[in-house]
């Protein structure tokens, strides 16, 4: 953990929806950190990192005044920056998929780069998906496209596309960052035509409505509102997620890792990590 | 083979590193967890009367040697905080920390944390960052009296106090705790500090305002149960900066019974406990002490 006032080398528009701010940041950082950021005039608000090399960067999308305050930075304009936190994936497993939806997209770009794996990149319209199309083909083995309303690949959502994808590809593990709906093993896996013997299914669904229950802890002001507090708390795994002190921080922050035993050619692990809505 | 079992007044801990105050113990579930990591007991988050959000971000970050927090006080209020400490008590040995702004106001939180199965409550008299709260309630010895002397007459469990650094009377402060009846001292809270970023001209805390803990402040916390340690005859229990067995044994050496961590666990993680357990065990076969009373205030002789 380290923390540094950086300095912005550029802001771009990275598709309709978000913007990618690039700063140089010479610590170590694994493809799923994230790192608190702050400036004068915004809360510190946790973002990934969309890139995990010493040029580091965040990729985000307006949703209120904190991520409209970082929109509004200019190259040169300085940062305060805090991290990484978090785990980071495990990319040990050998057959991996990586499951991108919307935003999620860019916090599993660091993954492609660091491992050849496939991917599938999902998003409501081509406007959010067109820019990982190049990153596929450059970086993946396999990767495919989906969209929701059609306007580019696959007219499908995530979970379709990973049960399509499945019916004729073997992976060791899923890496999954999207929004929460998403995010359902059993959802992704029964979905896809397996069973799920050992029951994870209900394990996560047990996960997320804990999630859930703090959301409502965190209205009533139970939690800190640290973020060092999630470094801490997904560095040491296992612990009890403790999440920023406003609940669209929430999902952003939430990586929770399970562990899946299922049968023969099955994934038998899934990450996953919640992004906002 | 030496013991490590430790006795603050009536309550006995099998073994002596407890959970400070603010750290992994705003929830039922995480203060299980706690217990299940080789932590003698917890001492929950501190909890007042009312819901409360603390402080807005930001509001903690680390500094060199040490970690900077302005949180605020946040917790759910003591209703709420019911389903957490029911929980909790079933798997151990849980202090309710406490923090009001009058004695009445301490006296009613601490009954209700007895009333939830607290086996001793932890009245927050030292919170450097919160109006009218901890520490601004907790350097006034006439004040610090009444506010005992409340909470021992609502109250059948022990009291123990969490005291500041933030003072030059601690020793007047800490015989206000004796002379009211309180059963044990808890020193030190944090203290009051300020970061500044010079890009931007501006604190960095929300609150500018904040308290300083972690490994740079041990030399302080030592020195103060020293400091205690001669002023008063009730146990102490010391809490600061303390990262492995030796940082626990000049506590110990102090004149302390037992000991809180915080920083450590956020830095180190749950393991930190067992890791200092064998430390002690290591450290009192080596050097022949067979408990941890045996080194209690051992430096002063």
Redesign the interface.
């Known amino acids: 953990m380290s923390e540094a006032v950086v300095k912005i080398k550029s802001v771009e528009q990275t598709n309709k929806y978000s913007k990618t701010i690039t700063f140089d940041w010479d610590v170590p950082a694994k493809p799923g950190q994230f790192i608190m950021v702050w400036a004068p005039d915004m809360d510190e608000i946790p973002l990934s990192l969309s890139s995990v090399d010493e040029e580091k960067s965040i990729t985000f999308k307006v949703i209120g005044k904190d991520t409209e305050c970082l929109a509004s930075k200019k190259e040169g304009d300085r940062l305060r920056v805090r991290g990484p936190y978090g785990n980071g994936y495990d990319l040990s497993a050998e057959r991996i998929l990586v499951v991108g939806g919307g935003i999620g997209i860019a916090p599993i770009t660091p993954v492609l780069k660091e491992k050849k794996v496939d991917a599938i990149f999902a998003a409501r319209d081509a406007d959010e998906v067109e820019y990982a199309g190049p990153l596929g083909i450059k970086y993946c083995r396999n990767s495919w496209i989906c969209t929701d309303d059609g306007s580019l690949g696959e007219h499908c959502n995530a979970v379709q596309m990973v049960q399509k994808v499945m019916e004729d590809h073997e992976y060791d593990m899923i890496i999954a960052c999207g929004p929460e709906v998403m995010l359902l093993p059993a959802e992704v896996l029964q979905r896809g035509g397996h069973t799920v013997p050992d029951v994870p299914g209900a394990l996560h669904e047990v996960r997320l409505r804990s999630v859930r229950r703090m959301h409502d802890r965190r209205a009533q002001g139970v939690q800190g509102r640290t973020g060092v507090h999630q470094g801490a708390n997904q560095r040491h795994e296992g612990f009890r997620h403790r999440q920023e002190g406003r609940l669209r921080s929430v999902h952003k922050l939430q990586v929770t890792k399970t562990q899946i035993s299922v049968s023969a050619h099955k994934p038998t692990a899934v990450w996953l990590h919640n992004t906002i809505k | 083979m030496s013991d490590l079992r430790v006795r603050i007044g009536n309550i006995e801990l099998d073994r002596p590193g407890m959970v400070a105050s ?1 750290i ?1 113990d ?2 039922g ?2 203060m299980v ?1 706690m217990l299940g990591c080789g932590a003698g007991a917890v001492v929950s ?1 501190s909890v007042g009367t009312n ?12 500094v060199a040697s040490g ?1 900077i ?1 302005a ?1 605020g006080l ?4 003591i209703e ?1 905080f019911r389903e ?1 400490m029911e929980k909790a008590v079933k798997a151990g040995k849980i202090i309710g920390s406490v923090y009001g702004a009058s004695p009445q106001e301490f006296a009613s939180l601490a009954g209700r944390m007895e009333d939830y199965g607290a086996c001793a409550v932890e009245l927050n008299l030292s919170c450097p960052h919160a109006k009218g709260y901890g520490m601004e309630v907790g350097t006034d010895p006439v004040m610090v009296k009444s506010i005992v002397s409340a909470v021992k007459d609502a109250v059948k469990v022990p009291v123990w106090v969490k005291v500041t650094p933030n003072t030059h009377i601690l020793a007047d402060i800490g015989k206000a705790v004796e002379d009211a009846g309180g059963d044990a001292i808890v020193a030190i809270n944090t203290l009051k500090a300020m970061v500044i ?4 001209g ?1 604190p ?1 805390m929300s609150n500018k305002v904040c308290g300083l803990s972690g490994k740079c402040i041990k030399p302080i916390g030592v020195r103060a149960v020293w400091d205690l340690h001669s002023a008063v005859s009730i146990p102490i229990v010391g809490v600061g900066g303390i990262y492995d067995h030796r940082d626990a044994l000049e506590y110990i050496m102090a004149g302390a019974c037992a000991f809180q961590l915080g920083s450590a ?3 180190n ?3 930190v406990f067992d890791s200092i357990n064998r430390g002690l065990e290591a450290f009192m076969d080596e050097y022949g002490y067979s408990s941890i009373k045996d080194m209690e205030g051992i430096a002063h002789e």
Do not use: Q
């Open positions: 603010g992994m705003e929830t579930d995480t967890r988050k819901p409360n959000p603390g402080h807005r971000n930001p509001n903690f970050t680390e970690c927090n949180m946040p917790n759910p209020g709420a957490e970023v010079p890009e931007f501006k960095l666990v956020l830095d993680g749950p393991g």
